[in-house]
Structures are given as structure tokens and as C-alpha cells.
């Protein structure tokens, strides 16, 4: 089955600097790759993702880029802000089902 | 436009007891999604639905657990004679259709086992 590594477990940054949290994944027949924001005690919330057909997509401070050969993509935040510190989840579908399986999450935390 | 509702959104239950949680999809979207988190770790697939018809259970465990997404009505994920290592955060999801669509999560279910 699908296996997600996601790196690094907590992230600190300063406030305006640029966040990079990577994920890999093993089964070559994943087509879908969201990224998931969740706050303390709140939802998961879907704030960008990718298909395999596409290499990179922005979404203002958020981009997310995918290497299906090397089978890792990216979260990229730029300009962080305090509101940006939650964890952040990133997920794959296994194979060709809409199953979703979970990375183990990154703390971010913004210094102001 | 709601989003997915769940209820109840805090729930105990002492062991041996059964836990009903319950999950009402976003408005047009048929497909729904059960998750399990456990503190400081990442969502774990349980079951996929579809109105009246279970696609994907290969996460839930074989015993205790069930789901159902009746013709009317919320999703239901049944836990009987529940134990102390149920104790989680439940999560359901919703899309408007299967096949790598955006799934978007409801509040969660707080489950703990005393």
C-alpha cells in the first residue's frame, strides 16, 4: 500500500521568511496530492493541491511542486505570517482509489 | 452553502459501552469519507462511502466498527463495546464525487473512553 514521509515534524521560522515542508510517497500509481492546514481543536481545511499531470501550482503565498519520477512534492510558503502557524498535513491517494493516506504532519510555528 | 456537519462534536462513553457518530456531507456532494486522528498524528483512512453502498472499508477494523450512509440521512460510523484505545478524533469528509476530487472535512467527533 501507499506510504507518505513527510519532514520535517516541526518547523520554526521568522515572521516574512519562507516555509518548505516535503513529502515522498511509494506507490507510483498516486495521481492526487493535497495539502491540509488543521489549527488546534479545528478541521483539517484543504488549502492547495496537485495532479499528476501538473509539475507546480500557486495559490498567492502558497505553491506546491511534485517530481513524479523522484515521487516527492512540496508545500512552499512564502512571506509567512503568525496566522500561518498550525500543522500541516500532506496526502496522497493510493493507487486509483480515492482512499487518501496522511503524512504525520508538520508543526509550523511564525515568530512575529 | 453548510459545510459537513458532525455530531456530536464531543463524546464519552465508558468502556463496553456503544458510540454513535454521526456525518451529514456538504449539500450535492455523495461521497463520504471516515478518518481517525490520534493525538500528534496524522488521519488514518477507516471507510469510503457512497449512498447506500460501502466502496472502501480496508481501514476499519474488523471488529466493533461499522458504517452506513443510508438513502436519507447522515453517515453513521458505529463503534460497539467500545475501549480505552478508541479514544480519538473521528473525522468525516465529503466530495461531490469520487475519483481524486477535493474531500473537505467536517469539525470532528472528540470520542473519549473512560
Known amino acids: 500500500g501507499e506510504n507518505v514521509e513527510q519532514h520535517p515534524s516541526t518547523l520554526s521560522v521568522q515572521e516574512g521568511d519562507s516555509a518548505v515542508i516535503k513529502c515522498t510517497y511509494s506507490?507510483?500509481?498516486?495521481?492526487?496530492f493535497p495539502w491540509y492546514k488543521q489549527e488546534l481543536g479545528k478541521r483539517p481545511q484543504l488549502i492547495i493541491d496537485?495532479?499528476?499531470?501538473?509539475g507546480e501550482k500557486k495559490d498567492q503565498r502558497i505553491a506546491v511542486t511534485l517530481n513524479k519520477t523522484a515521487k516527492h512534492f512540496s508545500l512552499h510558503i512564502t512571506e509567512t505570517q503568525p496566522e500561518d502557524s498550525a500543522v500541516y498535513f500532506c496526502?496522497?491517494?493510493?493507487?486509483?482509489?480515492?482512499?487518501?493516506?496522511f503524512g504525520k504532519g508538520t508543526k509550523l510555528t511564525v515568530n512575529p | 452553502n453548510a459545510g459537513v456537519m458532525q455530531n456530536p462534536r464531543h463524546l464519552v462513553r465508558r468502556r463496553g459501552q456503544e458510540a454513535r457518530l454521526r456525518c451529514s456531507p456538504m449539500?450535492?456532494?455523495?461521497?463520504v469519507y471516515w478518518y481517525r486522528q490520534l493525538p500528534e498524528e496524522g488521519l488514518k483512512f477507516m471507510v469510503y462511502?457512497?449512498?447506500?453502498?460501502?466502496?472502501?472499508e480496508s481501514g476499519m477494523p474488523k471488529e466493533r466498527f461499522s458504517a452506513e450512509f443510508p438513502k436519507e440521512g447522515p453517515s453513521i460510523l458505529r463503534i460497539q463495546q467500545v475501549v480505552r484505545g478508541d479514544s480519538a478524533a473521528y473525522f468525516c469528509?465529503?466530495?461531490?464525487?469520487?475519483?481524486?476530487?477535493?474531500?473537505?472535512f467536517g469539525p470532528g467527533t472528540r470520542l473519549t473512553v473512560t
Open positions: 469528509a465529503s466530495s461531490p464525487r469520487g475519483h481524486t476530487y477535493e474531500q473537505y
Open positions: 496537485i495532479r499528476s499531470n501538473v
Open positions: 506507490d507510483s500509481a498516486s495521481n492526487y
Open positions: 449539500k450535492g456532494h455523495s461521497h
Open positions: 496526502a496522497a491517494t493510493q493507487g486509483g482509489s480515492e482512499k487518501l493516506v
Open positions: 462511502l457512497q449512498k447506500e453502498n460501502i466502496i472502501d
